[in-house]
Every structure is written in C-alpha cells, then in structure tokens.
C-alpha cells in the first residue's frame, strides 16, 4: 500500500514542474511581510527610508568632498600667486611675470575683502620664512621676514 502512494505522489510532482534553480538559489524575491502591528509602518516602507537616508547621507558626504577639492585648488592658486609676488618684490632675480598674470594681480576688491586678503599674505609669508628655516636658509627667511614692504 505504501507503494502505491509513493508512486501517485511521484505521478504529480512529475506532472507539476520542478522546482526551478534561480528560486532556490536567490533569496532576492523574499521580503519580509508587511506587519502594520502596534501602528508601525510597514518594514518595506522603513527599509525604503532608510535607503533614501544612505543616498542622502551620501549625496551631502559627496557634495561636502566637492567643496573641499575646489577650496584646496583655490588656496594653491592663491598660494602660488602670492609666492610669485613675494618672489618678485624681495628677490630682484626672480623671473618677471607675464602682462595677462599682472592684470589678474590688479584685482579691484572692497575694504573688508582687502583686509582679508592682506591677511592672508601676511599668512602666506610667515609660511614661507618657516619653510626657509626649515631648509636651514636663515638669511632669506631673516630677509623676508624684516621687510616691511606692502604686498
């Protein structure tokens, strides 16, 4: 008797088909079910907003790296401007710069622009006298240093 129903059960699973490799292979398709329990949302819904904070978090954390990138070129721009002036101005041998690179050094800037600008070159020049003792080069940076030449 046993017989017979293993052989009837082994007619209908031959007459459905098999169970097929992708559905036992991937667990993509299951979820977990939706449960509105005690008034909470949905746990599809709550894994959709998590997502969206991730992308969010991550578009802010990409946006800031931009900023970052465009100041660090900015500050070497300036850096390097600045030194070639400084240059200029305290070391007579220092090759001459360009007619276009003099018209960008004329800038026209407001008072409080100015004073920060100021500022910062005072900035520009103290790093440079500790680079120049750094390399042991006293007189230039003591030379630099003294000056009170407007930059």
């Known amino acids: 008797m046993g017989n017979r129903a293993e052989l009837r059960e082994q007619q209908e699973r031959a007459d459905s088909p098999g169970p097929s490799c992708v559905s036992m292979k991937r667990n993509g398709s299951m979820r977990y079910p939706v449960s ?9 819904k709550v894994q959709h907003q998590e997502r969206a904070k991730v992308t ?3 578009s802010v954390q990409q946006h800031q790296t931009e900023l970052i990138k465009r100041a660090e070129e900015n500050a070497h721009a300036f850096l390097d401007k600045e030194l070639k002036k400084l240059w200029r101005v305290h070391f007579p041998d220092y090759p001459q710069c360009t007619e276009s690179q003099r018209e960008e050094e004329e800038d026209v800037v407001d008072g409080e622009e ?7 070159i005072e900035g520009v020049v103290d790093i440079t006298v500790l680079c120049l003792k750094q ?10 240093q003294s000056s009170k030449r407007p930059f």
């Open 56 to 58: 969010s978090a991550q």
């Open 114 to 120: 100015e004073e920060q600008r100021r500022r910062a």
């Open 135 to 144: 390399l042991k080069q006293e007189e230039l940076a003591d030379s630099l």
């Open 36 to 44: 509105f329990k005690d008034g909470n949302q949905p746990i599809v």
